[in-house]
């Protein structure tokens, strides 16, 4: 079983980018759960901070697995 991903458009900078729909950092923009890419939320980060909110950690796996480690070793075994 493998992880699935969804591909979609970050609230924040427009850029379409991949994730993992139940992992990836959200914000609520008008009732809607609206994902952000990973370089958004390294630069959200130091506003939430200087304004006194948690900073935005994101789950492991919430972005494309092998984007920045170079893992693609996608085996399908037992058949
Ligand atoms: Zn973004």
Redesign the pocket.
Known sequence: MGAYFAFGR?I??G?HFTFHPERVPSLIVEGEREP??R??VDKINPVRKANGLTEIVPLPGAYEPGSEEGDFSFSEEGE
């Open positions: 970050c924040c900078c850029r952000v890419c370089a958004c």
